[in-house]
């Protein structure tokens, strides 16, 4: 199964900023719409950002006015700017694409194998 590769995760203090990367390897990776998802133990995964072939973006607004997602089509690479992070964005963060943005996690056919955030207060 081709799987998306996450990089960028680890252990911040309240306040701090990380950078998220996923590459999509061996796909058209421009014509696919992008998306972070998170989840915690015990939780279903959690739509946080994503963004369309055309460069749409769309957030949760648990997220809004902290987080950016970005896409590089050239590089194949897609990035989430995490700014002003708090305790409760600690989560496993999974990146995810598919032809439209769907908000429902069944519905995506190609995942990475997530990367854990943890943000200490």
């Known amino acids: 199964q081709v799987r998306l590769v996450e990089s960028g995760g680890g252990l911040v203090q309240a306040g701090d900023s990380l950078r998220l990367s996923c590459t999509f390897p061996g796909r058209t990776f421009s014509s696919f719409a992008l998306v972070w998802f998170r989840q915690t133990p015990g939780k279903e995964r959690q739509l946080v950002a994503s963004?369309?072939?055309?460069?749409?973006?769309n957030y949760a607004d648990s997220v809004k006015g902290r987080f950016t997602i970005s896409r590089e089509n050239a590089r194949g690479t897609m990035y989430l700017q995490m700014d002003s992070l708090k305790p409760e964005d600690t989560a496993v963060y999974y990146c995810?694409?598919?032809?439209?943005?769907?908000?429902?996690?069944?519905?995506?056919?190609?995942w990475g194998r997530g990367t854990q955030v943890t943000v200490s207060s």
């Open positions: 963004i369309t072939s055309g460069g749409t973006t």
């Open positions: 995810a694409a598919s032809p439209v943005p769907y908000s429902e996690p069944r519905k995506y056919g190609y």
